[in-house]
């Protein structure tokens, strides 16, 4: 607590390495104040250093405390701090690069995630639906079966094709004759009772299987004056069976076409 | 008395309430330490002198701490503060060895 009583006459400049000013405390007062104002001062001096040192011991602590934290690279020399940096700095340009990347593939991806979905869907059902119309994909559903028996080999290739012209009219969506797949562009051809379908000869009884609305079909078969009475009168009979499933596996090749091409406004 | 008491005072405080330096306090908080560390060192050499005085003690401990601080912020403002630092930090070392080799002799009277 006797920290500061200031000798009468200080030495000034006695001392070994007291030649700067701030070094603490080579001073003394000339002249004394009272003991009143004296032991008042002494106080607030002594409360002044031991703020002081505390702010200090304070500091101390927190700066060995934050020091030992970065230790590792304060302690590095320079060289390794610049290989680190030039590491560090290459890493995040990949890294930034990467970024970049992917936020590019996500935007991409987010944009047409949706369009592209909707829009493969869409082409994969028109595709199936054109398959089956053009004889490219098997198919499957209720239909009827129609075998047409000609001993006499009196039915015409104008009768077939009534017959196929009847049942696309009354729905039928896709059918075959003995193993070959009627399309767009099937040719009936050849003389009666040798008839070819395609250049496939057909072989009594005609064998058709159709898929389509089984009733409208085999009631736009037996139509008075239809093809069916018609083909009787030559000498043929026709059995028509409906069937809840049917399968038509018979496929063509795909027609493409040589001179037409899709036009504008498609 | 006082002094070492302020001193274990502010190391319990500073081990205890760990707090963070903050980002503009971190280059001027090591030179400050040093700085004051330097007037402590350079009052207590005058105690054994015996010309210690409380108010020189104390505006020498302040005003080192705001020289110090200011030397190193001019350095960082011209581009030199690594450098300045390092010369505040070797000339407050040298006084406190030479502080320290007075407190030697009057220690140990060598």
Known sequence: MSDAPPPGTPPPGQSPAGASPADGGAAGPPARPPAAVRRRRNLVAAALIGVLTMLLGFALAVQVRNSDEAQML??????????????????????????????????????????TGTALED???????????????????????????????????????????????????????DDVRIGLSTAVTGTAGNLRVDGTPLRSPYEFVVLGDPQGMETAMNIPGGVVQRIERRGGTVRIAQSPGLVVDALRPLDRPQYASPGPGG | MIPILGLAAGVLLGLVFDPTVPLWLQPYLPIAVVAALDAVFGGFRARLDGIFDAKVFVISFVSNVVVAGLIVF?????????????????VLGIRIFGNAAAIRRHVFRA
């Open chain 1, 74 to 115: 304060a302690g590095a020399r320079e060289e390794d701090l610049v290989r680190i940096l030039d590491e560090l700095a290459s890493r995040e340009e990949r890294l930034r690069a990467q970024l970049a990347e992917q936020r590019a593939a996500l935007r991409e991806l987010g944009g047409s995630g949706s369009r």
């Open chain 2, 74 to 90: 001019l350095g960082d403002q011209l581009g030199v503060g690594a450098q300045l630092s390092t010369a505040v930090v070797v």
């Open chain 1, 123 to 177: 082409a994969r059902g028109r595709a199936e639906a054109l398959g089956i119309l053009n004889g490219t994909l098997p198919a499957q559903g209720p239909g009827l079966t129609l075998a047409i028996d000609d001993p006499s080999g009196e039915v015409r290739v104008s009768d077939v094709i009534d017959v196929i012209q009847e049942l696309r009219g009354a729905g039928a969506e896709t059918m075959q004759v």
